[in-house]
């Protein structure tokens, strides 16, 4: 895919793959990630909340390592993989990290949710999840706000997937 | 809100991003952009280049020596809390680390950045001054080692100069016999700490040596040292933190006063109670 910024700025050409798309792209020097994935890929499931890094939700993942989209250049993605909400389960197949926190009821109006998703995979798949205390899985999600449910859903689904972690793997 | 227009480049080396940076009148060097960015996107800080140095490969070189480690400049906050093999050789270290921020920022953050940023709530700076530390650095000039006390002057402000470069930290090792505390404190988990303080505990058969660094109320990391019996400690540490405090209000001396306690009494009990969490 290739796309080309909308800007009477300088641009930059950069590389990189998108949910397993390769994209080429040119971007403003100061364009941010999540101005490239919200404003000229169309994948508008990375929000923007704070623009300061504290919110969490404009959580990615870029080679395979949570990071704000809003302190992280689009410049800086060049030659990177980034995968985003979009690119975690689908509505037919939700990974499990989305379906525990379904079960849990852990959404209401979903702004927070992409970046919970995405902070919680991040975890699921470290490896580290399984061994952690209570105050330890709270404390992996305080770069996560959540204006809506009051954490307790979202809380019992990093629970859940602590204690699935050695049963079901959803493979992708 | 969304930074100013700027240049990015992205050099390969260290004297090639040198270059960039003496060329330029208001080029800003990039590690892992958590504190700066913010900066920018709230236009606090408008550099017109950015110098990108977080692809060269010598800056995240990380070496451990039996009494120092030496850490590329660009080694990750999550790197430091994570690894194992660093977390067994400094656990002080690692511990501080963990306190950064929240997950996603300690990917990225770096240890070179937090040290040049030299933020007043900074967990680094502190560390680094207890253990009497340095930094590497390189400008046109050639290298030099700064030591962390002569590094850090106050809020945003240290003895780098405009067109110097941090290459590497050194941070000596938390000596056998000696016990080790760290305690921030903040509103939220992850928020910028309110208060906090590094103690290092050297306990004899009849006298407590402590070396305590106090950060987030000083605006800069401040060392107080005191030598007593067991049972004068608080009174010891108590009236040091006053005298090192003067310019202090009464509440952010207060504050600074229970963070060298909690910190000391994590050093002397082992217990690990030292964070926001």
Not at chain 1, 129 to 135: C, H, I, K, V, W
Not at chain 2, 25 to 44: C, E, T, W, Y
Not at chain 2, 155 to 175: F, G, K, N, Q
């Amino acid at each position: 895919m290739e796309v080309r910024a909308r800007s009477d700025e300088p641009l930059l050409p950069i590389e990189l793959t998108v949910n397993a798309q390769r994209v080429s792209a040119t971007v403003a020097h100061r364009a941010s990630l999540a101005d490239l994935l919200r404003d000229q890929l169309g994948l508008t499931g990375t929000h923007v909340g704070c623009e300061q890094g504290v919110c969490g939700s404009c959580t990615v993942l870029v080679n395979g390592t949570s990071t704000r989209a809003c302190l992280f250049l689009a410049a800086q993605a060049d030659r990177t993989d980034v995968v985003t909400i979009e690119g975690l389960g689908t509505p037919a197949q939700l990974s499990d990290v989305q379906q525990a926190i379904v079960d849990r009821h852990g959404i209401q109006c979903g702004f927070c949710t992409p970046g919970f998703v995405v902070t919680l995979t991040e975890l699921y798949e470290s490896g580290r999840l399984e061994r952690m205390s209570d105050a330890e899985l709270r404390r992996e999600l305080d770069g996560n706000l959540c204006r809506c449910t009051g954490y307790v859903g979202l809380v019992d689904a990093a629970r859940d997937l602590r204690a699935n972690t050695t049963t079901s793997r959803e493979t992708r | 809100m969304k930074p100013a227009p700027f240049t990015y480049v992205r050099p390969s080396t260290i004297d090639e991003a040198l270059e960039f940076l003496a060329a330029s009148h208001d080029g800003k060097v990039i590690a892992g952009g958590q504190s700066l960015l913010p900066l920018m996107n709230f236009r606090l800080a408008r550099p017109g280049l950015l110098i990108d140095v977080g692809r060269i490969p010598e800056l995240s070189e990380i070496v451990i020596q039996p009494t120092t480690l030496e850490l590329g400049a660009m080694t990750r906050h999550s790197r430091v809390e994570l690894d194992p093999t660093i977390a067994s050789a400094h656990p002080l270290l690692s511990f501080a680390a963990s306190q950064i921020g929240h997950r996603a920022i300690r990917n990225h953050g770096t240890i070179g950045g937090s040290i040049a940023h030299a933020d007043a709530a900074a967990e680094y700076p502190a560390v680094l001054t207890a253990v009497s530390g340095s930094v590497t650095t390189r400008s046109p000039r050639g290298e030099r080692t700064v030591p962390a006390n002569d590094l850090f002057i106050g809020h945003y402000a240290t003895d780098l100069a405009e067109d110097e470069i941090i290459i590497r930290v050194t941070v000596p090792r938390v000596s056998p016999g000696q016990r080790w505390g760290f305690f921030e404190s903040s509103r939220r988990p992850g928020d910028f700490a309110e208060s906090g303080a590094v103690a290092l505990v050297t306990t004899g058969a009849d006298r407590y040596d402590i070396r305590v660094v106090t950060f987030a109320t000083t605006s800069r990391p401040v060392a107080i040292e005191i030598s007593s019996g067991p049972a004068d400690v608080d009174r010891s540490l108590v009236s040091a933190v006053i005298e090192h405090t003067s310019t202090l209000d009464e509440r952010e001396r207060d504050l600074t006063v229970v963070a060298v306690r909690r910190a000391v009494g994590m050093a002397l009990n082992g217990v690990s109670k030292g964070g926001a969490r």
